[in-house]
């Protein structure tokens, strides 16, 4: 029986991506994002950033992980997420430390598959924290809002965390010491809303602060999404293809920076 991972599936952004959980089989999360597909965090599993879980991998993960990989030669992605914020486990690292093992031991026809790792962006002002997603070859790290009203209305974080400028201060100072090797996409998940009196991360203000967040930052990736599952509240849905391309302007004309990558997908 599979414990820690999922698919591989085909994915928007990282193509074939084998899933690994690293928290336990309930979701625990720093955020109840409106959007969230996986539901919504409960009451008792919303937790600060500094709630520090101990869950290291059990001897299986380099078992179950050494026989799925055998079987998807043409893998582009072992992906750390899922579940919630994978950096609240403590042992995040060794579980990264067994995929590198076991990915290197393989004879991969083409390239071999990149390590990458999902976050909210909650927990990077913790220095120690940044020191562990800094390892991981592509950074996956949510910014959807640049303000503290768009911050708290989509992804409504615990009352712990910190407001939206240290949240960007922190993605900047990651960048800087992420190796030159890896790299950092900013993943911005745009919604709209049927709810009347709701007001969606798509609006302008909110777009351009954005793009004022992401010109300080200085990613390698920008990754304009929407949402594609069911999302925790059913008045969000996603924005068009034009939304997207069009928010992709505005990015391209602040950041003014032809080495930064946006995507839309
Ligand atoms: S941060 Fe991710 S897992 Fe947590 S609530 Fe938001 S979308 Fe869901």
Not at 12 to 34: E, F, H, P, Q, W
Not at 61 to 89: A, C, D, Q, V, W
Not at 104 to 109: F, M
Request: positive net charge; contains cysteine.
């Amino acid at each position: 029986m599979r414990q820690y991972t999922y698919g591989p599936f085909q994915s928007r952004r990282l193509g074939l991506s084998l899933g690994v959980n690293v928290l336990a089989n309930y979701k625990l999360c720093t955020y109840n994002c409106v959007y969230c597909e996986i539901g919504l965090t409960k009451k008792e599993n919303l937790v600060s950033p500094d709630y520090n879980i101990k869950l290291p991998p059990s001897p299986n993960f380099r078992k179950e992980l050494k026989s799925i990989l055998h079987y998807f030669p043409h893998l582009n992605s072992i992906t750390f997420g899922y579940n919630g914020e994978p950096s609240l486990n403590e042992n995040l690292l060794d579980f990264l430390k067994i995929a590198e093992d076991v990915r290197n031991d393989i004879n991969w026809p083409n390239e071999k598959p990149i390590l990458t790792l999902f976050t909210n962006s909650s927990t990077l002002h913790i220095d120690g924290i940044r020191k562990r997603v800094n390892q991981f070859e592509l950074v996956l790290a949510k910014l959807d809002a640049a303000n503290d009203v768009d911050f708290k209305r989509t992804n409504r974080p615990h009352h712990d965390t910190p407001n939206i400028e240290m949240i960007i201060e922190s993605l900047i100072k990651l960048k800087q010491e992420m190796p030159k090797t890896h790299k950092l996409a900013i993943q911005c998940l745009i919604y709209n809303s049927y709810k009347k009196d709701f007001s969606p991360n798509n609006n302008s203000r909110n777009i351009l602060d954005l793009a004022h967040a992401l010109k300080l930052i200085k990613p390698n990736i920008i990754q304009i999404y929407s949402t594609a599952r069911i999302p925790a509240e059913y008045f969000a849905y996603a924005i068009d293809d034009e939304k997207k391309r069009e928010i992709a302007a505005i990015f391209k004309e602040t950041i003014d920076d032809e080495k930064i990558e946006i995507n839309i997908y």
